[in-house]
T-cell receptor, first 113, second 115 residues
Framework: GDSVTQMEGPVTLSEEAFLTINCTYT??????LFWYVQYPGEGLQLLLK?????DKGSNKGFEATYRKETTSFHLEKGSVQVSDSAVYFC????????????FGTGTRLQVTL | DAGVIQSPRHEVTEMGQEVTLRCKPI?????LFWYRQTMMRGLELLIY????????DSGMPEDRFSAKMPNASFSTLKIQPSEPRDSAVYFC?????????????FGNGTRLTVT
């Protein structure tokens, strides 16, 4: 079945550091890929998405490129801020699994001054 | 749009009591999902509906859990009787259509504590 694997957290960075959170997936067909972010006390919200190979999703300085050859969708940001501290979830949506999104376990990011 | 609305935000109850969580999806969305989030198990899908009809309830942990969607704008998740291990944050989410690239919209969750 479909699955998503994320790097273990927590990830602790200083402000303005470069961020990479790794995400790899296993799926049949051509899934869509998502990154969601969860701030403390809130629900998950969509950060960015990509629907086909080589697409790049971007939002709020975050980027992720859909790499079919490596089945990866790594999240990057060039310069993180304290306000980026949150939990980040990688997810995939596949027509083979009806309407369910498959989520990774989440990676907690802590950014310090 | 107000987004997905859940109530209550916090619920504290004693073991054995009935608990009802409520959700109002985004207007026009035809899919509704209930998730549970804990530190130990992460984010778990409990059940989802399409056009008010339950499609997959394989994630519902026990018969103590039940969910209904009497109309397109309201859903409930009930736990009866509640147990301490049910303590978690419960999220409702909705989605427009079943296309694999349509995102989920989450509510802010209900934090349930069963003592």
């Amino acid at each position: 079945g479909d699955s998503v694997t994320q790097m273990e957290g927590p990830v602790t960075l200083s402000e303005e550091a470069f961020l990479t959170i790794n995400c790899t997936y296993t799926a049949t067909g051509y899934p869509s890929l998502f990154w969601y972010v969860q701030y403390p006390g809130e629900g998950l919200q969509l950060l960015l998405k990509a629907t086909k190979a080589d697409d790049k999703g971007s939002n709020k300085g975050f980027e992720a490129t859909y790499r079919k050859e490596t089945t990866s969708f790594h999240l990057e940001k060039g310069s993180v801020q304290v306000s980026d501290s949150a939990v980040y979830f990688c997810a995939l949506g596949n027509t083979g699994t009806a309407s369910k999104l498959t989520f990774g376990t989440g990676t907690r990011l802590q950014v310090t001054l | 749009d107000a987004g997905v609305i859940q109530s209550p935000r916090h619920e504290v109850t004693e073991m054995g009591q009935e608990v009802t969580l409520r959700c109002k999806p985004i207007s026009g969305h035809d899919y509704l999902f209930w998730y549970r989030q804990t530190m130990m198990r992460g984010l778990e899908l409990l059940i989802y509906f399409n056009n008010n009809v339950p499609i997959d309830d394989s994630g519902m942990p026990e018969d103590r859990f039940s969910a209904k969607m009497p109309n397109a704008s309201f859903s409930t998740l009930k736990i009866q009787p509640s147990e301490p291990r049910d303590s978690a944050v419960y999220f409702c989410a909705s989605r427009l259509g079943g296309r694999d690239n349509s995102p989920l919209h989450f509510g802010n969750g209900t934090r349930l504590t069963v003592t």
